[in-house]
């Protein structure tokens, strides 16, 4: 669960990038993020990964009181979750396989685990067949995926997934919103952060749009809005 | 197993890391190595000249020689103004001893005895002097044991003159002084040199692996976010730095075995013969292996962690 409370973020250089969010998200909804480009929306996810400490309100995220958490429970706070940021990276020196282990391995999985588990979730984002293949033999799609596998293998409750469809062509767009349904009806709360309107059209979910760090609306899908859209 | 598992991880993730970059870990290991040498050859200098000096002969003796005009009377004076000296200062191990011509003579034809003109001399014809010998304790604070010279000058005659002068004093002070200052000397020279490139070379380990955490930063993020913690993604860095300072330690007792071996010893061997007969010993290096190598491991430890951990703290945001 996410609860925003009258969620404020300034950067020590005075940006204030979110005023006075409030926002809940229940466990296992599917949640669009739109606005413009630096709205806030990657500032947004920094708060739930606790990179970016709130400066006002309360927040919090899968039993975690943000405002207040010791910087030793980050760690665990951060296994709850899983963002795959827009400019993700895979690591291109490792395959396919030990990308994904990876994520288990630095938190300290057991190789049985890892060896039980990486298969699963490859299988799970359609790339059994890659898992010896290094990130640059990979389509960008592929690579996507990749990066999902990546995200799922710790078995987060919330995965938040910042420009999936940035930059991939259409066809694929398709095949990412397939998965992400995919991981959110296996239980998962999902947040995507996008500013394809298109995207925003084909599947009617939940759409929070924030404009200059605030909450401009939220409501079940989407309608472009002049001038600031009204507020739910 | 788990604690034997990480173990194996951060050793291994620490290898990488020096690989990685050969160039910088190469660099700090050829500083840290001159540093630990610097110390090592001082040391070793200092231990030999202290052993070989300890190896002389009465060299914590003081000797009073008694003018040759003096009665009996006058001679016992001297005698137990010294007791009273002996008394008041703890450094003297014992009463004074007196030593009479005779007996020096007998040393001095014992001592010469394959010189031809040693026999030249006899009862009848003895140039040496009656004395007192005072001996100090052997590992006593030398400027404490300097203060006797004074004491002995300043013995009056009933007669209200002084009992003898400075040139009637022997003893080896001076050349304890010397050689402490000498050791002090070399101290001093080698801990500047020490502390100098310690400093270079925490600064070039420093270096060494912010460049490692600059070209594993991707890494380090996606392992953060992953919610790895603090200790996990720092400790591979520092055990690289530990590694950086260990290995620089192993190759110091080499090295430094090599130096003792075949410079030190040579220059020694090549002073004994200039010097005729003072025969400078060196001691074995194996005497010496326990204390360097602890020293260099420290040395070694804590080069590493400590640069390590600056570096971490400036350029590692967990
Ligand atoms: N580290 C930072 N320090 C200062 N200001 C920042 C920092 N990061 C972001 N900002 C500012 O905060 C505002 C929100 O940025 P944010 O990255 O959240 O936008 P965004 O909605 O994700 O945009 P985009 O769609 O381009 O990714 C922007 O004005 C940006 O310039
Ligand atoms: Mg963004």
């Given at each position: 669960?996410i609860?925003?409370?009258?969620?404020?973020?300034?950067y020590?250089?005075?940006t204030?990038?979110?005023?006075?969010?409030?926002?809940?998200?229940?466990?296992?909804?599917?949640?669009?993020?739109?606005?413009?480009?630096?709205?806030?929306?990657?500032?947004?996810?920094?708060?739930?990964?606790?990179?970016?400490?709130?400066?006002?309100?309360?927040?919090?995220?899968?039993?975690?009181?943000?405002?207040?958490?010791?910087?030793?429970?980050?760690?665990?706070?951060?296994?709850?979750?899983?963002?795959v940021?827009?400019?993700?990276?895979?690591?291109?020196?490792?395959?396919?396989?030990?990308?994904?282990?990876?994520?288990?391995?630095?938190?300290?999985?057991?190789?049985?685990?890892?060896?039980?588990?990486?298969?699963?979730?490859?299988?799970?984002?359609?790339?059994?067949?890659?898992?010896?293949?290094?990130?640059?033999?990979?389509?960008?799609?592929?690579?996507?995926?990749?990066?999902?596998?990546?995200?799922?293998?710790n078995?987060?409750?919330?995965?938040?997934?910042?420009?999936?469809?940035?930059?991939?062509?259409?066809?694929?767009?398709?095949?990412?919103?397939?998965?992400?349904?995919?991981i959110?009806?296996?239980?998962?709360?999902?947040?995507?952060?996008?500013?394809?309107?298109?995207?925003?059209?084909?599947?009617?979910?939940?759409?929070?749009?924030?404009?200059?760090?605030?909450?401009?609306?939220?409501?079940?899908?989407?309608?472009?809005?002049?001038n600031?859209?009204?507020?739910? | 197993?788990?604690?034997?598992?990480?173990?194996?991880?951060?050793?291994?993730?620490?290898?990488?890391g020096?690989?990685?970059?050969?160039?910088?870990?190469?660099?700090?290991?050829?500083?840290?190595?001159?540093?630990?040498?610097?110390?090592g050859?001082?040391?070793?200098?200092?231990?030999?000249?202290?052993?070989?000096?300890?190896?002389?002969?009465?060299?914590?003796?003081?000797?009073?020689?008694?003018?040759?005009?003096?009665?009996?009377?006058?001679?016992?004076?001297?005698?137990?103004?010294?007791?009273?000296?002996?008394?008041?200062?703890?450094?003297?191990?014992?009463?004074?001893?007196f030593?009479?011509?005779?007996?020096?003579?007998?040393?001095?034809?014992?001592?010469?005895?394959?010189?031809?003109?040693?026999?030249?001399?006899?009862?009848?014809?003895?140039?040496?002097?009656?004395?007192?010998?005072?001996?100090f304790?052997?590992?006593?604070?030398?400027?404490?044991?300097?203060?006797?010279?004074?004491?002995?000058?300043?013995?009056?005659?009933?007669?209200?003159?002084l009992?003898?002068?400075?040139?009637?004093?022997?003893?080896?002070?001076?050349?304890?002084?010397?050689?402490?200052?000498?050791?002090?000397?070399?101290?001093?020279?080698?801990?500047?040199?020490?502390?100098?490139?310690?400093?270079?070379?925490?600064?070039?380990?420093?270096?060494?692996?912010k460049?490692?955490?600059?070209?594993?930063?991707?890494?380090?993020?996606?392992?953060?976010?992953?919610?790895?913690?603090?200790?996990?993604?720092?400790?591979?860095?520092?055990?690289?730095?530990?590694?950086?300072?260990?290995?620089?330690?192993?190759?110091?007792?080499?090295?430094?075995?090599?130096?003792?071996?075949?410079?030190?010893?040579?220059?020694?061997?090549?002073?004994?013969?200039?010097?005729?007969?003072?025969?400078?010993?060196?001691?074995?290096?194996?005497?010496?292996?326990p204390?360097?190598?602890a020293?260099f491991?420290?040395?070694?430890?804590?080069?590493?962690?400590?640069?390590?951990?600056?570096?971490?703290?400036?350029?590692?945001?967990?």
């Amino acid at each position: 669960m996410i609860h925003f409370k009258n969620v404020s973020l300034a950067y020590p250089d005075g940006t204030v990038a979110l005023k006075d969010i409030n926002l809940h998200i229940e466990d296992g909804e599917f949640v669009f993020l739109v606005g413009h480009s630096g709205a806030g929306k990657t500032s947004l996810t920094k708060l739930l990964l606790c990179e970016e400490r709130l400066s006002a309100g309360s927040l919090q995220v899968n039993g975690y009181r943000l405002e207040k958490i010791r910087s030793r429970k980050i760690p665990y706070l951060r296994r709850t979750m899983d963002v795959v940021f827009q400019d993700f990276k895979l690591f291109d020196k490792m395959t396919v396989y030990e990308n994904v282990a990876f994520a288990m391995r630095v938190i300290g999985e057991k190789s049985a685990t890892i060896r039980k588990r990486v298969p699963f979730f490859l299988n799970v984002v359609g790339l059994t067949d890659k898992a010896d293949s290094f990130p640059d033999h990979l389509s960008g799609g592929e690579q996507q995926r990749v990066a999902f596998a990546r995200a799922l293998v710790n078995n987060p409750s919330l995965i938040v997934a910042d420009e999936p469809t940035g930059n991939i062509d259409n066809n694929l767009r398709d095949d990412i919103m397939d998965l992400l349904l995919r991981i959110n009806k296996l239980g998962k709360t999902v947040i995507v952060v996008t500013h394809d309107e298109d995207l925003l059209r084909r599947y009617r979910k939940r759409t929070v749009e924030i404009r200059a760090g605030e909450i401009v609306s939220d409501r079940m899908g989407w309608e472009p809005s002049e001038n600031g859209g009204d507020r739910v | 197993m788990r604690w034997f598992r990480s173990f194996v991880y951060n050793l291994k993730q620490g290898c990488k890391g020096i690989f990685r970059n050969s160039i910088m870990s190469t660099a700090s290991v050829l500083v840290l190595l001159s540093c630990m040498i610097i110390v090592g050859t001082f040391y070793l200098v200092i231990a030999n000249i202290e052993e070989n000096f300890s190896r002389v002969d009465n060299l914590n003796v003081i000797e009073v020689r008694i003018p040759a005009t003096y009665s009996d009377g006058q001679i016992e004076e001297i005698g137990n103004a010294l007791s009273e000296i002996y008394k008041e200062l703890t450094v003297l191990e014992g009463e004074p001893v007196f030593v009479s011509k005779e007996e020096h003579l007998r040393r001095f034809k014992e001592q010469y005895k394959d010189q031809e003109w040693s026999s030249f001399f006899d009862e009848t014809l003895n140039p040496l002097r009656h004395s007192y010998e005072l001996t100090f304790s052997s590992d006593a604070d030398i400027s404490e044991a300097a203060k006797i010279i004074p004491r002995i000058e300043a013995i009056k005659l009933s007669d209200g003159n002084l009992a003898v002068q400075s040139s009637d004093i022997s003893s080896s002070i001076k050349l304890y002084e010397n050689v402490a200052g000498i050791k002090k000397t070399l101290m001093a020279v080698g801990l500047w040199l020490m502390g100098i490139l310690l400093i270079i070379s925490l600064f070039v380990i420093m270096n060494t692996i912010k460049l490692g955490v600059f070209a594993r930063r991707n890494e380090v993020m996606f392992m953060r976010y992953c919610g790895a913690t603090k200790a996990f993604i720092r400790t591979p860095f520092l055990v690289e730095g530990v590694i950086i300072g260990l290995f620089s330690a192993a190759l110091a007792l080499g090295a430094e075995f090599l130096l003792y071996r075949y410079v030190l010893s040579g220059v020694v061997s090549s002073m004994t013969t200039a010097v005729s007969g003072s025969g400078i010993i060196l001691s074995p290096y194996a005497e010496h292996l326990p204390l360097l190598g602890a020293v260099f491991c420290a040395i070694g430890l804590f080069a590493g962690l400590i640069s390590g951990s600056i570096s971490l703290k400036k350029y590692l945001k967990v």
